[in-house]
């Protein structure tokens, strides 16, 4: 094996293998102590929300739902928690993970949000198996019905992972602060809406809502810190600055630059220039 061809295998070892496999290892590893986490809120549930629960938390939350119903308000609401369904939340999750590819050239927005979104369904499949428990009466929901087990809610928990990891990666392109701020907001209204028109249309109770939140935000910070990983180790090989709000990573790996070191150096500096349409030109 030749000197140039040795050094070309060690610079895509470190650029590329390294990395990824810490961010791979880092989502599995955190996918698994999400599951063992809902089956963990599984058997604390089991053991402490007894009838008591219910009449202390659950009912009452349900109650002041159905004093707010109005036919139209029903409507409206019934429209917008489709879209967290099994149904909508797969369709906006790919327009909005289109959307990021195209805008930060990557193929790593359907890798954290596909893997993560993938993780949160399993939590969600294996709470509602192992707890099994009943939804609120027909009597006190709004049709159409549903029937599967309870908890936790599937609606909140997915939109809370894609939602969230979907603002995360978009304000690492955004760049003027305004902006982000205002697509967290819009990302934490969505959030608690999705959850609280659960409770309101009698199809979850409260519990089921809060344990989604737990849950997803836990595994959205988790996706985070392999991402983070990711980059710090693509940092150390000379493969690009680590991401930030303030220093995002480039969006082009490896386009500019004739060598090793002037690739590197190039997409170093080029981490720090804006992109068009008020962008930074980097990606998450």
């Known amino acids: 094996m030749t000197t140039a061809t040795e050094n070309w295998l060690a610079r895509r070892w470190g650029k590329w293998v390294v990395p990824y496999a810490a961010l791979w290892l880092t989502m599995l590893i955190g996918g ?84 993560a979104a993938a993780v949160s369904i399993t939590a969600t499949t294996v709470g509602k198996k192992l707890i099994g428990r009943t939804r609120p009466d027909h009597a006190d929901a709004v049709p159409p019905y549903e029937s599967s087990p309870s908890f936790p809610s599937g609606h909140t928990l997915n939109t809370t992972v894609v939602i969230s990891l979907v603002v995360y990666l978009a304000c690492l392109q955004i760049k003027r602060t305004s902006a982000r701020i205002a697509l967290i907001a819009a990302g934490v209204v969505f959030i608690a809406a999705m959850g609280l028109s659960r409770v309101f249309l009698g199809h979850h109770w409260m519990t089921d809502v809060i344990i989604g939140w737990v849950i997803g935000l836990a595994w959205v910070g988790i996706v985070i810190l392999a991402h983070r990983l990711f980059h710090v180790l693509r940092h150390r090989e000379h493969a690009g600055a680590a991401p930030t709000f303030e220093h995002p990573a480039h969006l082009h790996d490896g386009a500019a630059g004739g060598t090793a070191g002037g690739t590197a150096q190039t997409e170093t500096n080029d981490a720090d220039k804006p992109g068009p349409a008020g962008r930074s030109s980097a990606s998450g």
């Open 32 to 115: 698994v102590v999400i599951v063992l986490l809902a089956l963990f809120s599984a058997e604390v549930y089991d053991n402490v929300v007894d009838d008591a629960g219910l009449a202390n938390l659950d009912k009452p939350a349900l109650a002041f739902m159905e004093q707010i119903r109005s036919p139209g308000l029903d409507a409206f609401v019934t429209g917008f928690t489709n879209i967290g369904g099994g149904i909508g939340m797969p369709i906006l999750a790919s327009i909005l993970t289109a959307l990021l590819i195209y805008t930060s050239r990557s193929w790593r927005p359907l890798i954290l949000i596909g893997g």
